[in-house]
Each structure stands twice: as C-alpha cells, then as structure tokens.
C-alpha cells in the first residue's frame, strides 16, 4: 500500500499528495502494520470534503523516525459502513468511536461502539449521557460502585463504574464527555491565528505549553517560514520545564494519595517553585502566552535565563532527596510496587503512549523516536523506559524524567548565554498573518508531559484552517487505567489513577 | 475526686486532636492550624442543621447520639492514672470493651441504612477490622486483670502492681497505643485527611452526615481516642509507679505524638495487609498475655 512518507520536521503536505487507497486495502496494511509495535496510530480521523468524506490516517514508525499518511475515501451514495479495525487492534478504538459518532459511519465487527465524547453536533442524538448504558455482570456476590461524574476535590467531571466482588475490581468502566466543549469546532469557526493559538493552549490546561507547541509546530509548516534556532530552543525549555513541574506535581499527589504527607508538602513546595519560574519568563504559570506562531512576547533575556538555570539546579537538587525518601521507604514501596500492573503487550494492544507506556516496557517518546524542534538539533534524548508497568515504575519514570528535563534546560539555556547573552533577542514578534499553504494537511506532534499530543490542520484553499484535529494522550491511555485497575482492590483505584493522571478535558476536547 | 477524672479526660480528649495537628504541621514545616480549632469546627458544626435523605429511616438518625452516648459511657469506666473513676464495678473492662463495640454497631448499621455502595463499603470495612481488633483489646484487659488480680479499672490502677509485672504492663501500653491506631481511624490503618471515598473506613461511614450528627460523631471518636489513650497512659505510668499527674499529660502526649509523627512520615497501608497489621496486633496480645500468665505464676527455677 502506497503512503505519503515524511517526517516530524518536514514542511506541509498538499491534500492532493495524500493516496487515497481503498479501505478494503487500507483496512488490511494497518491489520498487518499495526501488529508489530514499532508502528502506531498518530491520529485517524474523518473529515467531509466537498460531498465526499475523507479518512486520513497518521501512523509512526517508531524505528525509522518515518511518519506515513494515508486517506481513504467514502463517497456520499456509499452504504456507510466500514469494516472495523479496532475488533483486530484495539488500539483504534477511540478514533473509530469518535468517527462513527460523528458521522453515522458504522465500524462493522466493532466490539463495543461506545459513544467517544456525546458532542453537541453527533449524529445519533437519541441516547445521552444521562442514559448511558453501563457495562453490567450479574451474580449474587457482585456489587456495582459508582464513583462521580462530580467527583470530591478540584477535579474534573467523569464516570467510573466499578464492578466489585468484595474489596476486589473485577471490571472498569470509565465514562467521559462531560467536560466536551467543542475546542476542535471553535478553531474552524474562527480565522485569527492568535484566538486559535488561545484555544490550543486550553485544550488541556496542565499542558498549555505542549499543544501550543503542536499547534504552532503545525501553522509554521503550513507557512512553511523558517524560525531561528534560539526560538526552538526557548519552547523546549518551555516544555520541560511544564514537564518537570507536572511531574513533580503527581509525585506530590501520588504520596498524599498514600498519606505520606512529607512526600506531599515536599513535592508541592517545589511544584510551586517550578510554576513561579515560568510565571517569572512569561507571567503565566501554566506558560500561557508563551508560545507563539512565528516568534515570541517573551524572549529570553540574561537575568531571565540566569534564573530559571538557578532555581532548575535548585529544584533538581531538592527532588532528588524527595525521590531518594520514596525508593527507600518501605510503607510507600508496599503500596506502589506490584500495583496496577499494566503488562506491555496490552499496553501495545491499546496503543498507551507517554510516560505510561514507558513505564510498561514501551519505549514510545516522540522525543527520541520523531524529534523536532530542539531534540532534532541539540539534544539526543534517551526515553526512560521501566519494564514492571506497575505504579512504582510509573513513578520511578516521573522521577527520572524530571532530572533529565532539568539537565535539558541547563543545557539548552547554557546555548543561550554563550550566544545570545549580550546580544539582543533572535526571535522575532510572533506572526498571526503568515500566509499557509492552501489545500494542505500539516501536522504537530509534541511529547508532552503526559505522552504524544497531535495536532493536524488542515487548511482549505483559500489558506485558512477549517480544522485542527487534536490528540491528547489522555484518549489512549484511559483504557490502560481501566485495565489497570483489574483485580485490584477497589481502594487502591486512586493511586492507579493517580499514577497515570489523565486530563478529562484533553480526552473531552 | 471522680469529678477531676472526670474532668482531666475530658481535656484529654479535646488536647489529642490538636496536638496531632500541631505535631503534623511542624513536621512539615508549617506553623499549622490554632490548636483548638477542632473545637472551631465543632462549633460550627453545632449550628448548623441536618439534612436526611430520604432513603434513611430512623436507625440513621439515632445512630449518631447512639455512637456518642457509647463513647461517654466508655469513659466514665476509665481511671486517670490512681484516681477513682465515675463508674465502677467488678468486670467494667467487659463492659468498657462492649459499649465502646455497641457505638461501632449504631454506626455500621447506620451506614448501611443509607443504602450507598460507598458507605456500605466502609461498613464492612470497619466490621471487619472491629472484629478483628476486639480480641486485642480483650486480651490485654485479661491481662491487666491477670496481674492485678482485679476486673475493674479502677482497682486495676489504684494500686502500685508488683515490679515483675513492669514489662507486661509496658507491653500491653505499647499494644493499647496500636489499638489507638485502629479504633480511631489513624494512618496506617485509616486516613482521616483523606478525599478519596474508595479508600476510606472510618469517614466514609459518615458521609451522609452533616451538621449536628456529625459533630457528634466527631465528639465520639475523640472520647473513644482519649479512652483508649488513657488506658495505655495508665498502663505505662502504672509500670512505674506513677500517679495521676503524669498520667493525664501521658496520654495527651503519647498519643498526639505517635500518631503527629507516624502520619508524616508513613505511607498508610495498603488496604489488604491492614488485616495482617490488626492481626499481627492482636498476636502480640496474646504474648503479652501469656507472659503476664507465667510472671504471675510466680515460678522459682532453681
């Protein structure tokens, strides 16, 4: 089967450039592509186009860093339906849902067409989520638990249906929707690159950076401008410093979770200093404003850079005392170690990304695997990668990847203060009037704290975007939470949760 | 003289909550909330309506005044070091032992009332654990009855005990003050800081709550605490020869201590080997016991 072959850098590809193959074609490459876990699924969505409905696919070869795309078409007398890949590769389940739902385009064979998001404008109005059907067993010594969806705390909306023999989890059901807003609606709606900029840094609120930084990555290539090096820098600092700061924030939640309470106050000490230093480069802690198509508001300047180096040294110093106090804790090794085991090959099969993943076995970081910006250039990252898939092993990933993200700022701001230290700025006032590409797909992908974020626009041909189709990490990998919880006892469901800390928005978009 | 017991438990039990919080903030390095604040919340608490669902009956509604008659009950039972208690007969430790389980049924029974997976999972929590504590509790009472030779507390402490027993009586105050783990919820074995329902023993019998009813039940578990406390202070001191002085402020600070420290710097259990915790407990009672058993046969071994 024929593929648009490219990478993470490249420029943008015309509309026209994609093959269109038949399903039946397509559907029998990815059952065998797909097999073998150095290939994944990026994105695959449907977009109508001119009374026709195109598919397009975005599959990652891990080992040659290669991204192939492809599209199939369904032209508008088709019978629509299509028959599923999901029933051979899980891992498709979320992007065949969210197509059939909508589009009325009906996946024959698939396991469980479950409603993905219930989006205002789905085809099939008739359940909501007020009704849904949950999963059920039958038996005497089962009992049903319903957690949510208003949960206690400052989290987000979401269902979980547990089905219980006793203290033990023998099922999982997790319900989201309830926090859809229609991000992917509103940047058709609008034109102005800076309100769709905007809306990209809120497709998640804790990983503004990394999906501003997709967005972006995806309007330069569509623009096709050439931006200085420094700038590609300064949001890979950006990046890892949001990195290090979530990170250091689910430590911090995961030891409350527990009741290990110097853990908690340790790590959201530093967790604070880390946000304030990115409210003292940018004056957002969460890095909004930051990122920007084209250029920057806030270059960095020499005091600046002298600081973040200073309190980055400072806060790799005390986490590592943190880190150090849970490996060798017996009462907190108990309760993470051989918990939630997520084994690697159902990690495989559901398509896990991110630090998940690699804490499974799996290796997947865009960083090493699809690098761009700065990790093209000036850092060759190693993916921290634990094999046991349980709790610890999530945990000892965060861990480890907050030191590594820390040396990467140290390095990319040393770059800095020998070039650029005296000197004015490199990067130039962002652009939002950069003319794009007309009729092309171009596309973002980001490793955010949490895993792969994907970003495609696509622009029509007067050059405007008519929709940017948006990944969270979170849409893989709530599956390996609920498979995670499996014959689990039912109390230790927060500290699954925790070690994974899915974004419900990121999912709901 | 039973009016000051009296009085000095109740201080106990109003000092205990606050001294944990004041121990837990300055382990972690905060000045921490006013040391009567507990009291502050109670208050608020106090003043506040109820609201009843409407899936309840009655036994929810009794069974909070039912929990912190139990707790008061239990107290009045309890000695300050040598002083005289408010209530006092032969076997008041079985009757201690059975009021402080008969507030434990009001409210398991109460929780399971409301017909919430959340609050009927905590109630078999907190059944299982209490069964599995009780034979502690017993044991060690049987031995301060054993070495003593009496089955009430308050002729149990009134008298300085032999200096054999020293090490049963330091033993089973090291027992009692697990069993203050237990019974009032505390990290390992509960967490009472905790949002999360799943996780929850203690609290989560007590979500449908609010208001008066849940002042009480507040109420009730810092008697229970200060009860069991007591105890343990009395064991100890007892061990020594002491009085009633160093008694009261043993207790408050045995207790606000251990339990300050232990939920700073610990993990709580994973809810399974909570059961191994309670039982590994109840085992070394059993030592405790038979240890006292074999001093107080008084062997000569030549």
């Known amino acids: 089967m024929?593929?648009?072959?490219?990478?993470?850098?490249?420029?943008?590809?015309?509309?026209?450039?994609?093959?269109?193959?038949?399903?039946?074609?397509?559907?029998?490459?990815?059952?065998?592509?797909?097999?073998?876990?150095?290939?994944?699924?990026?994105?695959?969505?449907?977009?109508?186009?001119?009374?026709?409905?195109?598919?397009?696919?975005?599959?990652?070869?891990?080992?040659?860093?290669?991204?192939?795309?492809?599209?199939?078409?369904?032209?508008?007398?088709?019978?629509?339906?299509?028959?599923?890949l999901t029933a051979i590769h899980p891992q498709l389940h979320p992007f065949e849902?969210?197509?059939?739902?909508?589009?009325?385009?009906?996946?024959?064979?698939m396991p469980w067409p479950k409603p993905l998001r219930f989006p205002f404008d789905r085809y099939d109005r008739s359940g909501s989520m007020d009704n849904y059907p949950f999963y059920t067993m039958q038996g005497g010594s089962l009992h049903e638990v319903n957690v949510g969806p208003i949960h206690a705390g400052i989290i987000e909306p979401g269902a979980f249906r547990f089905i219980c023999s006793g203290e033990q989890v023998l099922h999982l059901e997790i319900a989201l929707g309830y926090q859809h807003r229609g991000v992917e609606h509103e940047f058709a709606a609008t034109g102005n690159r800076l309100r769709q900029t905007c809306l990209a840094e809120a497709v998640a609120g804790d990983?503004?950076?990394?999906?501003?930084?997709?967005?972006?990555?995806?309007?330069?290539?569509?623009?096709?401008?050439?931006?200085?090096?420094?700038?590609?820098?300064?949001?890979?600092?950006?990046?890892?410093?949001?990195?290090?700061?979530?990170?250091?924030?689910?430590?911090?939640?995961?030891?409350?979770?527990?009741?290990?309470?110097?853990?908690?106050?340790?790590?959201?000490?530093?967790?604070?200093?880390?946000?304030?230093t990115t409210q003292a480069w940018c004056g957002n802690r969460f890095g909004k404003g930051l990122i920007r198509p084209h250029g920057t508001d806030h270059p960095l300047t020499a005091e600046k850079s002298a600081m973040i180096r200073r309190n980055v040294a400072e806060i790799a110093r005390r986490y590592d005392e943190v880190r150090r106090d849970i490996k060798s804790s017996p009462s907190l090794l108990a309760r993470f170690e051989q918990c939630g085991i997520v084994p690697r090959d159902q990690m495989a099969a559901i398509g896990g990304v991110g630090q998940a993943a690699r804490a499974s076995g799996l290796a997947r970081d865009l960083r090493a695997t699809h690098p761009w910006g700065v990790f093209a250039k000036h850092i060759s990252h190693e993916p921290v990668v634990k094999t046991q898939g349980d709790v610890m092993a999530r945990l000892t990933v965060r861990c480890r990847e907050v030191l590594q993200s820390a040396r990467y700022v140290d390095r990319l701001l040393e770059i800095y203060e020998q070039k650029y230290a005296a000197g004015p700025s490199p990067c130039p006032a962002p652009d939002y009037a950069a003319p794009l590409a007309p009729s092309s797909l171009a596309f973002g992908l980001v490793e955010g704290w949490r895993g792969e974020i994907c970003h495609v626009a696509i622009t029509d041909?007067?050059?405007?975007?008519?929709?940017?189709?948006?990944?969270?990490?979170?849409?893989?990998?709530?599956?390996?939470?609920?498979?995670?919880?499996?014959?689990?006892?039912?109390?230790?469901?927060?500290?699954?949760?925790?070690?994974?800390?899915?974004?419900y928005c990121g999912h709901d978009l | 003289m039973k009016a000051l017991n009296l009085l000095?438990?109740?201080?106990?039990?109003?000092?205990?909550?606050?001294?944990?919080?004041?121990?837990?903030?300055?382990?972690?390095?905060?000045?921490?909330?006013?040391?009567?604040?507990?009291?502050?919340?109670?208050?608020?608490?106090?003043?506040?309506?109820a609201v009843y669902s409407t899936t309840t009956s009655a036994l929810f509604r009794l069974a909070p005044s039912f929990y912190l008659g139990a707790a008061l009950t239990a107290l009045l039972f309890i000695p300050v070091g040598d002083l005289p208690p408010v209530l006092s007969f032969d076997g008041d430790l079985v009757a201690f032992a059975y009021t402080l389980a008969l507030g434990r049924v009001a409210l398991v029974l109460a929780a399971l009332d409301t017909g919430s997976p959340f609050e009927g999972m905590g109630a078999s929590r907190e059944a299982l654990y209490g069964a599995l504590a009780e034979p502690a509790l017993l044991l060690i009472l049987a031995t301060l009855a054993l070495v003593t030779g009496f089955t009430s507390f308050g002729w149990i402490f009134s008298l300085a005990p032999e200096l054999r027993f020293t090490v049963v009586l330091l033993l089973a105050a090291y027992v009692l003050v697990k069993l203050v783990f237990t019974e009032s919820g505390r990290v390992p074995v509960d967490d009472p800081r905790t949002h999360l329902e799943l996780t929850m023993i203690h609290?989560?019998?007590?979500?449908?709550?609010?208001?008066?009813?849940?002042?009480?039940?507040?109420?009730?578990?810092?008697?229970?605490?200060?009860?069991?406390?007591?105890?343990?202070?009395?064991?100890?001191?007892?061990?020594?020869?002491?009085?009633?002085?160093?008694?009261?402020?043993?207790?408050?600070?045995?207790?606000?201590?251990?339990v300050g420290i232990v939920e700073s710097t610990q993990a709580r259990n994973k809810l399974v080997r909570n059961t191994t915790f309670i039982l590994t407990v109840a085992v070394l009672a059993a030592l405790v016991f038979f240890t006292g058993y074999l001093l107080q046969l008084n062997l000569v071994i030549r």
């Open chain 1, 207 to 276: 990983s503004a950076v990394a999906h501003a930084t997709a967005f972006t990555e995806a309007v330069e290539k569509l623009s096709g401008h050439e931006r200085p090096a420094q700038l590609d820098r300064e949001r890979g600092i950006a990046l890892e410093l949001e990195r290090m700061a979530m990170q250091i924030a689910d430590t911090g939640a995961l030891s409350m979770d527990v009741g290990y309470q110097l853990g908690q106050v340790a790590c959201e000490a530093l967790r604070t200093m880390t946000i304030n």
């Open chain 1, 461 to 503: 041909p007067e050059g405007r975007i008519v929709a940017d189709r948006i990944k969270d990490p979170s849409l893989h990998n709530w599956m390996a939470l609920a498979l995670a919880v499996r014959g689990e006892g039912i109390s230790d469901f927060p500290i699954c949760n925790k070690s994974f800390n899915l974004s």
């Open chain 2, 203 to 258: 609290e989560v019998m007590c979500l449908d709550y609010c208001g008066t009813d849940l002042a009480y039940i507040k109420i009730a578990g810092w008697l229970k605490t200060a009860a069991l406390s007591m105890l343990a202070a009395d064991a100890a001191v007892a061990a020594w020869g002491l009085r009633w002085w160093i008694a009261a402020p043993a207790a408050v600070l045995l207790t606000g201590l251990s």
């Open chain 2, 8 to 49: 000095l438990l109740l201080l106990a039990a109003l000092a205990i909550p606050g001294l944990i919080n004041r121990t837990r903030a300055r382990l972690a390095g905060r000045k921490g909330i006013r040391f009567l604040q507990h009291l502050y919340d109670v208050r608020l608490l106090l003043r506040k309506g």
């Open chain 1, 97 to 109: 849902r969210d197509i059939a739902e909508r589009y009325g385009i009906r996946f024959d064979g």
């Open chain 1, 2 to 84: 024929t593929y648009h072959i490219t990478d993470n850098t490249a420029a943008a590809i015309p509309l026209r450039d994609i093959p269109e193959v038949p399903y039946a074609e397509f559907h029998a490459d990815l059952a065998e592509k797909l097999a073998d876990p150095r290939y994944h699924v990026a994105h695959y969505f449907a977009l109508p186009e001119e009374g026709r409905m195109r598919f397009y696919c975005l599959l990652l070869d891990d080992a040659t860093s290669q991204v192939l795309v492809a599209s199939h078409v369904m032209e508008y007398y088709d019978e629509g339906v299509l028959p599923s």
